[in-house]
């Protein structure tokens, strides 16, 4: 999204719409799974009243369920409505792909961007 590779958004759980730990995207992700989310439990609650739960787990397609403070490949879609309705989660740019950008304003990303630590250990330092 800010004109480099991009990096990474998760792998514990493991995220994107290949499961490859990348917002990646292609012509078989209908829902544009381009942004990283840093759930929060508003977020989470805010999705599963929109009919989108991320929190229970679906271990039959190897889903654990989120957690606040988990990162996730949301839809772009779901991640604008959250944003709409003053839920929406923090915002990983270097993480999220550029075809998100297609549906979400670059405005509201930014507004919700967060730089995160790549370990949670090292928030405490």
């Known amino acids: 999204m800010l004109g480099g590779d991009l990096e990474p958004c998760g792998d514990d759980p493991v995220t994107g719409f290949y499961r490859d730990g990348c917002c990646n995207t292609g012509p078989e992700d209908l829902g544009s799974h381009t942004i990283c989310a840093v759930v929060t439990a508003e977020f989470l609650e805010h999705q599963r009243r929109i009919g989108n739960d991320l929190i229970s787990p679906m271990l039959l397609h190897g889903f654990p369920g989120l957690a606040p403070g988990d990162r996730w490949c949301v839809t772009a879609a779901n991640w604008l409505r959250a944003h709409r309705d003053g ?7 270097k993480s999220t792909h550029e075809r998100a950008l297609e549906i979400v304003p670059l405005e509201a990303l930014r507004e919700h961007a967060i730089d995160v630590p790549a370990s949670p250990g090292s928030l405490a330092e």
Do not use: I, K
């Not at 839920?87 to 740019?93: D, K």
């Open 87 to 93: 839920s929406a989660a923090f915002v990983v740019l």
